[in-house]
């Protein structure tokens, strides 16, 4: 067994095919097969099992799977530490930010990674908080920025931001003005939400709950821009985050409404794996994150 063989077994894996992975790796399927059943032999274990329309991995191989990307993680973390500099750091990361976010850092983080590790590779994944963490803990995230993460033995968190929330309609309503408005009006609209149970949607109907409110939902769409492009046209109002009204919304016909009596906001949170060694670049990656995170979303309230 040697690293080559555990990188081989990881893209196989990650692929779900030997010819998506022997094409990604540029080496031949036959000698991919090889290697992996050479692999199989070596721990007398069937790690994939293989089917009509690919391949899955057995108990074993998700058993080794762990095991195998932690080597490879190691090893490539131990070799990244004797680079002289920052510029030299090679591999690759993968960021996970939701859309309202992703509208707002996605630049500043590229070019700050650009600057600092120009010959490493940055992979940002936009999606919703609930299938990043799907994906976080199941090793195709590095690391990823969500909204009211749920507490967890595999993750690590720390809150970054609360971000307050705002109300936004077609400027011919509530006067036209961009000015607060109580949270208890949100009872006289008719509104466009995430389905359930979205951290924002959930965190909204808490506050209703406890004022007492009855609340109507006419529509619910999973994706920010079809929310707000909704919301253009007339269909109704909508809850969204502070930062995705700083993203820019072009559209004169919109008006932004901070909800107030309460303030409310859901915690933007960094979350990274809490029982996957992370690799140099992974981890001054995640600086680079927190920093750009610190300095973008300005008006947000610091996080406890």
């Given at each position: ?7 081989y ?17 540029g ?10 059943r ?18 899955v991995l ?5 058993q ?24 030299e ?13 992703g ?7 590229v ?14 994944v936009e999606?919703?908080?609930?299938a ?44 036209g003005e ?6 208890a009006?949100l009872?006289?609209h ?26 109507d ?25 502070y ?6 919304m ?5 008006r ?7 303030v ?9 794996h ?31």
């Amino acid at each position: 067994m040697d690293f080559k063989q555990l990188e081989y077994f990881v893209r196989v894996a990650e692929h779900g095919s030997f010819s998506r992975a022997a094409a990604a790796l540029g080496v031949g399927q036959p000698f991919l097969s090889r290697q992996v059943r050479q692999l199989e032999v070596e721990l007398r274990k069937t790690l994939f099992h293989r089917h009509g329309r690919g391949i899955v991995l057995t108990d074993a191989g998700e058993q080794f799977s762990l095991f195998a990307r932690s080597v490879l993680q190691q090893f490539d973390a131990a070799t990244q530490v004797l680079s002289r500099s920052e510029t030299e750091i090679t591999g690759r990361v993968v960021i996970g930010l939701p859309p309202s976010l992703g509208r707002v850092l996605t630049v500043p983080l590229v070019r700050a990674f650009s600057q600092r590790f120009p010959l490493a590779k940055l992979t940002i994944v936009e999606a919703l908080s609930m299938a990043l963490y799907e994906r976080l803990i199941s090793d195709k995230l590095d690391a990823a920025l969500m909204y009211d993460p749920a507490v967890s033995t595999l993750t690590e968190i720390e809150p970054i931001v609360r971000e307050p929330l705002c109300l936004i309609l077609r400027k011919t309503e509530e006067g036209g003005e961009s000015k607060p408005l109580a949270f208890a009006r949100l009872a006289e609209h008719r509104l466009i939400f995430p389905s359930e149970p979205h951290p924002l949607r959930m965190l909204v109907e808490a506050e209703a709950a406890r004022q007492g409110l009855t609340l109507d939902i006419a529509f619910e769409i999973d994706g920010v821009e079809a929310i707000v492009a909704l919301v253009d046209k007339g269909f109704g109002a909508a809850v969204v985050p502070y930062n995705l009204v700083r993203a820019g919304m072009q559209s004169t016909e919109l008006r932004i409404h901070p909800l107030v009596e309460p303030v409310i906001g859901g915690a933007i949170a960094l979350v990274t794996h809490s029982r996957r060694p992370p690799t140099l670049l992974t981890t001054k990656t995640v600086d680079l994150l927190r920093q750009t995170a610190a300095e973008t979303l300005v008006g947000s309230e610091s996080a406890p």
